[in-house]
């Protein structure tokens, strides 16, 4: 059976970091990108950053550049999203999903994607 698992998430202060893991099953992850998203309340599900199959191409939204990396270890069966430097901003409940295409470079729109993790909930407040 097919899954992603997210975990990693919690409770921080401004400025801080938290690593964020999903866990991949049921397939064989070096074959698909991933993406990973987040919601804060309200209808609209933000692409935060995806990684292609091998590692070699990864795209990041503007409001985590240069905070956020995004990373793989498919000997592992899990991808990373490493989140530094955290606001208020970035607090949402972060998905990771498998892009629908195999062995393919990513895009962050989500109807890309065609399988989702049940989320893992991130706070950043004082």
């Known amino acids: 059976q097919l899954q992603l698992v997210e975990s990693g998430g919690g409770l921080v202060q401004p400025g801080g970091s938290l690593r964020l893991s999903c866990a991949a099953s049921?397939?064989?992850?070096?074959?698909?990108?991933i993406g990973w998203f987040r919601q804060a309340p309200g209808p609209e599900r933000e692409g935060v950053s995806c990684?292609?199959?091998?590692?070699?191409?990864?795209t990041y939204a503007d409001s985590v550049k240069g905070r956020f990396t995004i990373s793989r270890d498919n000997a592992k069966n899990t991808v990373y999203l490493q989140m530094n430097s955290l606001k208020p901003e970035d607090t949402a409940v972060y998905y990771c999903?498998?892009?629908?295409?195999?062995?393919?470079?990513?895009?962050?729109?989500?109807?890309?994607?065609?399988?989702w993790g049940q989320g893992t909930q991130v706070t950043v407040s004082s």
């Open positions: 999903a498998r892009y629908r295409f195999r062995n393919s470079v990513c895009y962050l729109g989500r109807n890309n994607y065609d399988y």
């Open positions: 049921g397939f064989t992850l070096d074959s698909y990108a």
């Open positions: 990684i292609s199959s091998r590692g070699g191409s990864r």
